[in-house]
């Protein structure tokens, strides 16, 4: 079933200390944006792919796909101040699609079987996101002290993709724009009107490059996946 991915590239990486886009960062000797892209570029479900950027890194990373052939991308929309902004910005750009997926372009280690379940729960049900069961222990604190144990078996990790029929999540987007409201992920802006969102379990080696101790853990996936 084909679909079309999005994938905000227009951030600061503060967190990683890198001085620079922390998607440009090597990570066995390439770029984590393009571990990411080349999911997506072998998926042959995968009929496009949009990159929100920001204007003075498009140059760049226009080379960087002409250098490793990445083929499926479709357009380089300025990014926005917010997550949600450059989402928003590739969605107004894109044509009619059944399925539009989003997904964060620090995690290069999804998994096709996941990305297909994404799909097929959002062609079935409207909206479908990737996570995982919550492994430990976890308390809800208030000014510093603990006044809850949360029951962990109700509880789930989110990440990326994040998978919508195109209708639905263009109307959340297009809401939240009219009314200036900003959401913590997509899915959020989705439950705002009242639908469901289903879960689709995915993997724990699925992790966010988000510091520098993550460039290890992607170290150690690459190495573990090619033994």
Known sequence: M??????????????????????????????????TLEVFQRDGNCTGIWLAVKPEERDYIQQLLEEYRITKVKGLPSGGNERQHSVHSCIKEMNQVDIVLVHDAARPFITT?????????????????????????????????????????????????????????????DIAEKVGFLGTDEAMLVERLGHQVHIVESTYENVKITTKEDILFGEAIIQHRTI
Do not use: C
């Not at 999005?6 to 944006?33: C, E, T």
């Not at 000014?143 to 078996?153: A, K, L, P």
């Open 113 to 173: 079987p996941v990305i297909e379940k994404l799909v097929l729960t959002a062609k079935e049900e409207g909206a479908a996101i990737a996570g995982v069961r919550a492994k430990d222990t976890m308390k809800k604190v208030a000014d510093g002290i603990i006044v809850e144990t949360v029951d962990r078996d109700n509880l789930w990790s989110i990440q990326t993709p994040q998978a919508f029929q195109f209708d639905l999540i263009k109307e959340a987007e």
């Open 2 to 35: 084909h679909y079309e991915v999005v994938l905000p590239a227009a951030g600061s990486g503060k967190r990683m200390g890198a001085g620079k886009n922390k998607l440009f960062l090597l990570l066995a000797n390439k770029p984590i944006l393009i571990h």
